[in-house]
């Protein structure tokens, strides 16, 4: 247990604190894109009679795609928030570990002992990580709302054209700022596993191959189906969509922490 607490503070230190100037440019990203959509949306939410909101500004970033339609003559289009939102929390896990197993890796593992205490470390920081970024995130859209004189909660989201006043106001957070965490857990683990097996390139592209699975197909096996905000639209279904997505997250993720530390203990050191 004393090993486990010095490497999570390690990772903490090394792969958040450290990384500063990465954090620093995901802030200003994303308080630039709040600021743009606050800017584009704010005359269609006063001919409403309503206020733009920081949690109108979550729901836009965090709308995706409805399922592709198959017909030629539909119209393509593409979620650049959505993407930007799956982008930056892929770069923010997936280089980490694998640079931190070639340079540190030797002394840490001789140290310890166990690669075991590694790897569950580098799970526990890729869930931090992870908050940390929907941190900046939620923080950036409550900014950007205080600046406008706005305020962050509203039951009603005109950005994203979607009625969600059906769900209560407990559903409507969690489905916000709940879900989209639960569901990244096991895309950000499975990234980092192909990372250390393989290379960070290769994890990307085969992570963002998924997210566009994600968001323009209905799989039901993959958890960011359920991260999708337009396609909450059925209240009668909102607490099997909510178990189902938890669920199907806490499968995979439990999948790739085990499979991942069995790659780790067949990898080798670089002194």
């Not at 900014?143 to 406008?148: M, R, T, W």
């Not at 669920?247 to 085990?258: N, Q, R, T």
Request: hydrophobic fraction near 50%; proline fraction near 3%.
């Amino acid at each position: 247990m004393k090993e486990m607490v010095k490497q999570l503070k390690y990772d903490f230190r090394m792969g958040t604190i450290k990384r500063w100037k990465f954090h620093m440019m995901v802030v200003i990203s994303f308080l630039l894109f709040c600021s743009i959509l606050a800017a584009n949306h704010k005359g269609i939410a006063q001919s409403a009679g309503r206020t733009i909101t920081g949690i109108d500004l979550l729901a836009y970033l965090m709308q995706g795609q409805k399922i592709l339609p198959l017909e030629k003559n539909d119209m393509f289009n593409m979620p650049f928030y959505w993407f930007v939102l799956q982008i930056g929390y892929l770069v923010s896990i997936i280089f980490f570990p694998r640079k931190d197993f070639e340079i540190h890796g030797y002394q840490h593992l001789i140290r310890m002992k166990s690669r075991g205490i590694w790897w569950s470390s580098k799970c526990v920081w890729c869930i931090f990580e992870l908050l940390f970024y929907y941190g900046i995130v939620v923080t950036s859209a409550w900014l950007v709302s205080g600046v406008i004189g706005e305020g962050f909660y509203t039951t009603k989201y005109l950005l994203i054209g979607e009625n969600l006043s059906m769900l209560s106001e407990t559903q409507q957070l969690f489905i916000i700022l709940v879900i989209p965490i639960v569901t990244s857990i096991p895309i950000a683990l499975f990234g980092t596993v192909i990372s250390m097996k393989y290379n960070e390139m290769l994890a990307m592209m085969l992570c963002m191959t998924v997210v566009v699975a994600e968001v323009y197909w209905y799989l039901p096996f993959l958890p960011g189906e359920y991260a999708i905000l337009c396609r909450w639209c059925d209240s009668s279904q909102y607490l099997m969509r909510v178990a189902v997505g938890i669920g199907i997250s806490l499968a995979w993720s439990l999948f790739f922490i085990w499979y991942g530390k069995k790659i780790v203990k067949k990898m080798e050191l670089f002194s």
